[in-house]
């Protein structure tokens, strides 16, 4: 009797289903950094509505690379870059940071897990 492996098959489901889950994921953290970027970085004067930072939150496509799979949750917006690290502002004279993405990506470490769990879960059962 010949025995016939499915690993291809296997292997091509466990790929879809991490490329699944890690999308699932990644928007539970894009929700959160649109979330947290209503309004700006400060007070809000500047603040420039959904066009704005918490408009441009994006997800890439699932990726791999010898390390294994990842996703990219970012931002292409310049200024963004410079309120996470830091700066001297200009108007107030002052070195000023806010960190956001950080602070929501720690908050947001137990969601993203159990969502890329389940989601993962669900795809391989």
Do not use: C
Not at 6 to 25: G, I, K, S, T, Y
Not at 68 to 91: D, M, P, R
């Amino acid at each position: 009797m010949p025995v016939h492996s499915n690993r291809a098959q296997v292997e091509a489901r466990m790929a879809q289903a991490e490329d699944d889950a890690l999308f699932a994921a990644a928007q539970v953290y894009r929700n959160a950094m649109t979330k947290a970027l209503l309004g700006g970085y400060t007070s809000g004067r500047f603040y420039s509505g959904m066009q704005g930072v918490a408009g441009s939150v994006a997800v890439s496509t699932p990726q791999r690379d010898p390390g294994g799979a990842f996703i990219v949750v970012g931002t292409n917006v310049t200024y963004a870059k410079f309120w996470e690290l830091g700066h001297l502002n200009l108007f107030t004279g002052k070195y000023e940071r806010v960190e956001k993405w950080r602070p929501a990506l720690e908050q947001e470490a137990p969601n993203i897990l159990a969502t890329y769990a389940r989601v993962y879960g669900r795809l391989m059962q």
